[in-house]
């Protein structure tokens, strides 16, 4: 089974992003990462590929890494 974008979307946001950053807009729990509100596109692929602090770098790449990048430019 391949999936697609979107649900390769919906999983890194649902288990891996959220286990670190709570939720998109912060605020709640004891998240390791800051909210991911406010962040440009450039700012989330930079992050994704560098790894700031304790996150890992390179965690996703090519279509994958933009598409989180823009849903949460989009939606942050």
């Known amino acids: 089974m391949t999936l697609t974008t979107v649900q390769k979307l919906f999983i890194y946001m649902s288990r891996i992003s959220m286990s670190c950053h709570d ?4 605020g709640g729990g004891d998240s390791a990462g800051p909210a ?3 962040y440009g596109a450039e700012q989330v692929l930079d992050a994704i ?3 700031p602090g304790s996150m890992s ?3 996703l790449d090519g279509q994958e890494a933009e598409s989180i ?3 949460i430019a989009e939606h942050g």
């Open 57 to 59: 770098a390179n965690l």
């Open 36 to 38: 991911l509100q406010g």
């Open 69 to 71: 990048a823009n849903y």
């Open 23 to 26: 939720n998109i807009e912060g």
């Open 49 to 51: 590929f560098e790894g």
